[in-house]
């Protein structure tokens, strides 16, 4: 059992940067997969990036290479996303994610557990 919860977001002009965390607990957080996601009103949940359990294996979304960065600190019980050179159409409300698998999965339905999210707007 995993439970996670989001902190971090705000509102931020184009070209700002935010550091959302994910403060997890549970006994499986060292061995679990994690995610971020986002969505934004009217909108599916979009991958945005994952890391292995070890942070050895690393994804992100096109939409997001090169201005995200994913990161954790098992010993923190925490994952991270910082989020440089942000855009209007990165608004959203931004969730983090955790499954058991060590290779993180890409696709929301695929994840156990999930935080509340946390709002990131940008604005022009």
């Known amino acids: 059992q995993v439970q996670l919860v989001e902190s971090g977001g705000g509102l931020v002009q184009a070209g700002g940067s935010l550091r959302l965390s994910c403060s997890a607990s549970g006994r499986t957080f060292s061995r679990s997969a994690m995610g971020w996601f986002r969505q934004a009103p009217g909108k599916e949940r979009e991958f945005v990036s994952a890391i292995s359990w070890s942070g050895a294996l690393i994804y992100y979304g096109d939409s997001v290479k090169g201005r995200f960065t994913i990161s954790r600190d098992n010993a923190k019980n925490k994952a991270y996303l910082q989020m440089n050179s942000l855009k209007p159409e990165d608004t959203a409300v931004y969730y983090c994610?955790?499954?058991?698998?060590?290779?993180?999965?890409?696709?929301?339905?695929?994840?156990?557990?999930w935080g509340q999210g946390t709002q990131v707007t940008v604005s022009s």
């Open positions: 994610a955790a499954d058991s698998l060590n290779r993180p999965p890409m696709a929301p339905s695929e994840y156990d557990y």
